[in-house]
């Protein structure tokens, strides 16, 4: 089995923070003022992009003043969006260092410093309290986890009774192995999908209740054929999921759709909560 370390070094494509900066730059950006709006193309790192978070807020039943925790939160856009419309603190801890780095300078940026905080380690061992956040989420990073029992554990134990917890993943679908390279891996030995059902159930054992999973499927599909279409009609953009997921990333989509219509991926976004 790959080790974490292995993970975050198939997500570290040279210098992320500085990558970013250079395409804001050519996009004719300005970093002085710049807001978490026209950071969306780049730091909403996940099928469907903005779309996909705030389906998922939607979903979330969060309140101003809370404290969330996003797992494996990337360069910290999903968590920036929930800060700034909830009107609460988010929490974000990634295990690829330079997305923590890029992260930082962006909240700064942005001026959600104080809303936000971002910090490296690994989802299986939360350096957090018990029962320390009103809830959590986390999108588009289970794939990537061997220990998925330890990971819902780890995010059971740090949600108050009452919490409640948003996940998003491609499952396992039920035809076969996925083809690569994918958006998040390029070989099966980083790459753990399991079947929904399972999720369902790792999630049921390690204590969470209500549970309720939605079929992702066809809209990520839609959302891949947008990106495609509008890369061809326009050209390729200057600003967009290849400035961190590397050149490569059409390619990569264009297989997950592949995964999705055969039947070798199965998208799940799931809501649950930590009982009373
Ligand atoms: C597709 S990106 C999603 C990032 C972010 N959630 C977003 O939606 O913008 C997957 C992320 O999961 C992180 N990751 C993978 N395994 C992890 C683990 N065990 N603990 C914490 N983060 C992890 C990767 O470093 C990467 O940033």
């Known amino acids: 089995m790959a080790s974490t370390n292995a993970v975050a070094d198939y997500w570290t494509k040279g210098n992320t923070l500085k990558r970013i900066l250079q395409a804001l730059e050519t996009a004719g950006v300005a970093l002085e ?55 609460c603190h988010v929490s974000g801890l990634d295990i690829t260092p330079g997305f923590i780095t890029a992260g930082e300078e962006l909240n700064r940026l942005t001026r959600m410093d104080d809303k936000v905080d971002l910090r490296v380690g ?65 070989r099966a030995d980083i790459c753990h999908m399991i079947p929904p059902g399972e999720t369902e159930h790792l999630l049921d054992t390690a204590g969470f209740v209500g549970i309720e999973l939605l079929d992702t499927g066809s809209r990520y599909v839609n959302g891949y054929n947008e990106v495609a279409a509008k890369m061809k009609a326009d050209g390729p953009s200057v600003l967009g999921p290849h400035v961190i997921g590397g050149e490569d990333i059409p390619l990569r989509s264009s297989n997950s759709i592949q995964c999705i219509e055969e039947g070798r991926s199965s998208p799940i976004e799931v809501v649950c909560f930590k009982p009373v």
Request: glycine share 16%; hydrophobic share 40%; net charge negative.
């Open 33 to 87: 003022g710049i807001s978490i709006t026209d950071l969306a193309p780049i730091d909403q790192f996940h099928a469907r992009g903005l779309a996909g978070t705030i389906d998922l807020a939607n979903r979330l039943p969060i309140a101003a003043g809370q404290n969330l925790l996003d797992i494996g939160c990337g360069i910290g856009g999903p968590a920036r969006y929930m800060a700034d419309r909830f009107d």
């Open 122 to 186: 690994d989802g299986v061992t939360l350096p957090y309290g018990s029962a320390y956040f009103d809830g959590a989420f986390s999108q588009h990073v289970t794939m990537n986890v061997a220990d998925r029992a330890g990971f819902f554990a780890e995010a059971f134990r740090v949600i108050k009774p009452g919490g409640f917890f948003g996940l998003s993943e491609h499952g396992l679908g039920p035809n076969g192995d996925p083809v690569f390279p994918l958006p998040w891996a390029d």
